[in-house]
């Protein structure tokens, strides 16, 4: 019980510390995007006064001139625990309408593509542990550590490059057809999959192979393991074996490479929506820098943020479940 | 246990200082060498690391900078001993523009390594070894820096911030790995804490920084240059990403620069005829990060060797957790 | 081998090679050996001898890439003799833990961390066909005579159970299915000297109660004494002496035994403050081609450097791998032969570690 509030202290601290990370960077930084905002405005009227130009800036960005830093900081967090992300300076719609609107495609995407790359990886590892020194453990050996060393937005650019605009095989960007209507229908969520399928493409051919190189690694030990030999001797099933014993112990370490592996990707999903105009939260994060929108891009990055410690909390709370030496939980060294 | 470390210094006493640094020698360099050299992967992988660091220091001064119009625009490549590699659309000289590249990269990559496994270190180390409140807070700090997306993260800073030296850069782009790093070089140092040997070093009151110098950091070293390694690849990834999506201010000599030029002005996604601008850097910037994989992982093997092979077929490695745990 | 006894594990010419770049390491030499039935048949030697591939012989459980060849021959009843290393692969499955049953090395990882106690038990059932409700009945009773709740360690993950509770379990989960042989190796080596010495006690009743054969392995020469009917002493890779515990331990002809005996001064004096025998056991790829105990024995001579000494039954009970077990004795007193307490001399290299131990001081 007291592990939980610690698990959800230490989330709510860190998504605190964002906010606050965000504020400091806009608010504090010199050059940032109050200097920005006020450059642009010099340069539209040039014959406005400096204090004229100020009250303009404040007016845009939503501060009150009144306030002291602290009390701005305050009310900042306190807006934005309240949902409210400020306007974006650039579509003129709220931040959060423009991004709660997108989220769920950044999560179709990295669902999709975690789900292929530890299916995929624990799958070719745990055969690969099975056949260790065999011509198939090298040739994949290999073949996983080649995957592994190409950015994922190489691969993208090369898909794109190769199927979509030379082939014509894939759309070049979108997350679903004009044609299609949005609703719970198969056509519309075969169009969904394949407007999304050249991105987790991306992502899972990169990636497959360092969850492959893992669990085979993991499965080596446990092949190792006295309980492993005892279970063996002890005639039960393969089956059994191949799933109770090496499966599960191999998997379990792999659950903190998972927690691991949303944020990383979720961060590469900022990258290739971009490449694949794929309108998630990546893509107006984008959008926004472009554009200098700042709180477009700050709402953007504190989502993000969000969602990664929604999902490591979520794991972290689940991790009890399959490891039955983490069910105290204060032991465990994980993340 | 207390009587390892007399015999220990007896030991030394018999060496001479001259043997004494051979079998350093042996035991940090050559063996650690020819573990490496007899594997071919990792063999591949010290060459092409070796290469790209050629190619940043005697290249650069070897091959000419890239310039407009140092050739006809769009020369295709192999059509001219002039220019190998062909000329993107400004006429620059392909190779030009990957050699000069390179030096620019490696300082990024250096500088990241160097703060994030400092950084790392340090913190991982006294959360580590001084435990208590110094470590929960350390802990908790890492523990809400990790769950922070970096390339996010890094994105926002390099928005904001515009660098342009490479060392700023390369610190940027690593603005939160130390933090996992530091997470599990906590973890470790706390395993070594408890180990017999740091035990009899504390029992002998040996000096904390001095057992920390010289018991604890010894044992990370593996892991802290394995992970070295890794965060120049998180630099490679990174930087090229967000300098192909001009994120990063504007640069001539990055490979990101290149492939963004051709992606975005010479149309190369349309063209078959203007890809290989787009395709050359893609492959300097995949063959140094395969380098740098098969270096890591082959570093990996010899430190690790629990991951090395079951049956490999030394007697030395056969200490299966059976015969070789009890006494 | 002995007519007359009734013999329940007959071992003959095990062998065990494993292929390695250096050569050929035979870690298992031509070993003869027969188990009677409910009897405890102790086997002592130092590390690498060899045991664990002994105690793993006796199941045709020998792990890859080993080879194991020679003869292994179970007999449920004197009269049935089963060739272990000729059984189908399903017959071999059966027989292990039905018949013949293993307690490991490393017993406190023989649990998958992620099964409850009471599964281990359950999944070992059902694998053997056996009765959920009967079986599960059998492991309370031998849970409880090993002085466990049963219901508690049942529910319990293994990391929730100390390393002895967590031994005794293994035990119980050995004889689940009521086997004729129980062959243990090193079951005590991971406890401490209290728990060791309480585990021993409960092998004894056990063994009384389920009238068991045990094959009992550890490095602990006095251990082993208080617990055998009979004892081997393995020496690279093969038995050197085999005897009833009363002709090992105080009639000991071979010099390696006596070796072994004269490192303990007194029989309740625990393995950790055993002093070590001078010199090295040999390397498995090359056993010299005489006796391998040669090296480090007083008395060796050339007939010892050139050929293998065969067995020399002193009696019926009591043979000995040596040229000279008649010189033995008078080449290597025992101090409590000769009622003098006093320590052994330290081997060499603890007295040249020492002045660099008092230096430190
Ligand atoms: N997989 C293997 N490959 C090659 N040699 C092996 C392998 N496993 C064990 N050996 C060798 O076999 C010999 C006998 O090992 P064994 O495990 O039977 O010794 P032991 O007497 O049980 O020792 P301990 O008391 O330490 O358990 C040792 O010399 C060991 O080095
Ligand atoms: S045979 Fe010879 S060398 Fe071997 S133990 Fe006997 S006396 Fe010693
Ligand atoms: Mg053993």
Redesign the interface.
């Given at each position: 019980m007291h592990w939980l509030i610690n698990r959800l202290g230490?989330?709510i601290?860190?998504i605190v510390?964002?906010v606050s990370?965000?504020f400091v960077?806009i608010r504090l930084?010199p050059?940032?995007?109050l200097d920005y905002l006020r450059g642009q405005i010099r340069n539209q009227n040039p014959g406005m006064s400096s204090d004229a130009i100020d009250a303009l800036v404040e007016a845009q960005a939503a501060i009150n001139p009144d306030q002291s830093i602290v009390e701005q900081y305050v009310s900042y967090m306190s807006s934005v625990f309240q949902g409210d992300l400020g306007t974006s300076t650039w579509y003129g719609d709220p931040v959060n309408q423009i991004l709660i609107e997108a989220l769920p495609w950044t999560l179709f995407v990295m669902a999709l593509s975690l789900l292929f790359t530890f299916a995929i990886g624990i799958g070719l590892g745990a055969v690969m542990a099975y056949k260790?020194?065999s011509r198939f453990d090298y040739t994949f050996s290999?073949v996983s550590?080649?995957f592994?060393?190409?950015?994922y937005?190489?691969l993208g650019?090369?898909f794109?490059?190769v199927l979509s605009?030379?082939m014509d095989l894939f759309p070049t960007g979108g997350r679903s057809s004009d044609a299609v209507p949005v609703g719970f229908s198969v056509a519309f969520l075969l169009d969904a999959l394949y407007h999304a399928a050249l991105p987790v493409l991306s992502f899972v051919l990169t990636r497959f192979g360092f969850q492959a190189?893992a669990m085979r690694?993991n499965s080596?030990?446990v092949?190792?393991?006295?309980?492993l030999?005892?279970?063996?001797?002890?005639?039960?099933?393969g089956r059994?074996i191949a799933f109770?014993?090496v499966g599960?112990?191999a998997v379990?370490p792999l659950y903190t490479t998972l927690m691991?592996s949303i944020?990383?990707m979720?961060?590469?999903a900022?990258?290739l929506e971009?490449?694949f105009a794929y309108p998630g939260i990546?893509y107006y994060?984008?959008q926004a820098?472009?554009a200098r929108d700042y709180p477009l891009?700050?709402g953007?990055?504190i989502i993000?943020?969000t969602a990664?410690?929604a999902a490591?909390l979520f794991a972290d709370l689940t991790y009890g479940l399959?490891?039955?030496?983490a069910s105290g939980g204060e032991t465990r060294?994980t993340? | 246990m207390d009587a390892d470390s007399p015999f220990r210094a007896y030991e030394v006493e018999r060496r001479t200082r001259r043997q004494r640094w051979a079998y350093k020698w042996d035991l940090y360099v050559a063996s650690p060498l020819r573990v490496v050299w007899s594997d071919w992967r990792t063999r591949v992988g010290v060459l092409i690391v070796v290469f790209y660091l050629l190619m940043g220091t005697v290249g650069v001064v070897l091959v000419p900078p890239p310039e407009t119009n140092q050739g006809a625009l769009h020369t295709q490549p192999f059509q001219t001993m002039a220019h190998p590699l062909g000329t993107d659309g400004l006429g620059q000289d392909m190779i030009s523009l990957i050699v000069h590249a390179t030096p620019p990269m490696l300082e990024m990559m250096l500088s990241g390594g160097v703060f994030a496994t400092g950084v790392a270190t340090v913190l991982g180390t006294l959360a580590g070894y001084r435990a208590g409140r110094i470590d929960s807070v350390l802990t908790t700090v890492m523990d809400m820096a990790t769950a922070i997306p970096g390339l996010p993260l890094a994105i926002v800073v390099a928005t904001i911030l515009q660098p342009e030296s490479p060392w700023v850069v390369g610190i940027v782009l690593t603005i939160n790995v130390w933090a996992g790093l530091g997470r599990s070089i906590r973890s470790q140092v706390l395993t070594l804490r408890e180990s017999d040997y740091v035990e009899a070093s504390r029992t002998m009151r040996i000096r904390t920084p001095n057992i920390i110098a010289r018991d604890i950091v010894p044992n990370i070293m593996p892991y802290i240059t394995i992970n070295f390694v890794n965060a120049g690849r998180i630099v490679i990834f990174s930087s090229v990403a967000l300098y192909f999506l001009g994120v990063l201010p504007f640069t001539n000599t990055h490979w990101g620069v290149t492939m963004n030029r051709a992606y975005r002005n010479s149309g190369a996604l349309y063209s078959l005829g203007a890809s290989y601008t787009l395709l050359i850097p893609m492959i300097a910037i995949i063959v140094l990060s395969l380098g740098l994989v098969l270096l890591s992982q082959g570093a990996d093997r010899i430190f690790n060797p629990r991951v090395r092979a079951r049956r490999s077929k030394t007697i030395s490695d056969s200490e299966d957790p059976g015969t070789g745990g009890a006494r | 081998m002995s007519p007359g006894k009734d013999v329940v594990l007959d071992v003959e010419g095990a062998r065990v090679q494993f292929e390695m770049d250096r050569g050929v390491a035979r870690v298992l030499d031509d070993v003869d050996l027969s188990v009677s039935r409910e009897e405890i048949f102790g086997i002592v030697g130092e590390s690498g001898s060899g045991k664990s591939m002994l105690a793993a012989s006796m199941l045709d459980a020998v792990e890859d890439p080993g080879v194991l060849s020679g003869s292994i021959t179970y007999y449920p009843s004197p009269d049935e003799p089963v060739d272990i290393l000729e059984l189908s692969a399903e017959e071999l499955r059966q027989l292990r833990w039905e018949e013949i049953a293993m307690v490991f090395q490393g017993a406190l990882d023989s649990f998958n961390p992620t099964l409850r106690i009471g599964q281990h038990f359950q999944e070992t059932l059902s694998a053997h066909n056996v009765d959920r409700q009967s079986g599960m009945e059998r492991a309370r009773e031998l849970l409880s005579d090993l002085y466990l709740e049963p219901e508690q360690v049942l529910a319990s993950h293994p990391h929730e159970l100390s390393g002895g509770m967590r031994q005794r379990a293994l035990i119980a989960l050995a004889l689940l299915l009521e086997p004729e042989v129980l062959v243990m190796d090193e079951p005590t080596g991971a406890l401490d000297l209290l728990m060791q010495r309480s585990i021993l006690s409960l092998i004894k009743k056990l063994q009384r109660k389920y009238n068991l054969t045990i094959v009992f392995i550890s490095h602990d020469l006095p251990l082993v004494a208080n617990l055998a009917d009979r004892i081997g002493v393995m020496y690279a890779f093969d038995l050197v002496e085999v005897g009833t515990a009363e002709d090992v331990v105080e009639g000991a002809r071979h010099p390696y035994t006596r070796a072994l005996l004269k490192a303990v001064p007194n029989l309740e004096t625990p393995y950790a403050e055993m002093q070590p025998i001078a010199g090295r056991a040999p390397d498995p790829v090359s056993v010299p081609k005489g006796c391998s105990y040669a090296e480090r024995c007083p008395l060796a001579d050339d007939q010892c450097l050139d050929v293998h000494p065969p067995y020399d039954d002193l009696t019926d009970e009591h043979r000995v791998a040596c040229y000279y077990p008649e010189e033995a004795p008078a080449a290597i007193p025992l101090p409590f032969e000769d009622q003098s307490v006093e320590r052994p001399d330290d081997p060499p290299e603890a007295a040249g570690a020492a002045p660099g131990k008092e230096g430190s001081r």
């Open positions: 230490r989330a601290l860190t510390g964002t990370l965000s960077m930084i050059g940032g995007p260790e020194g290999s550590i080649f592994n060393s190409i950015p937005y190489v650019v090369l794109l490059f605009y030379q190189l690694g080596i030990n092949l190792g393991e006295n309980y030999r005892a279970a063996k001797i002890r005639g039960l099933p059994r109770q014993y599960r112990n379990l691991i944020g990383t979720f961060g590469g900022v990258i971009e490449i990546g994060m984008f820098i472009d891009m700050m953007a990055f993000i943020t990664i410690v490591i399959i490891d039955p030496r060294e993340y | - | -």
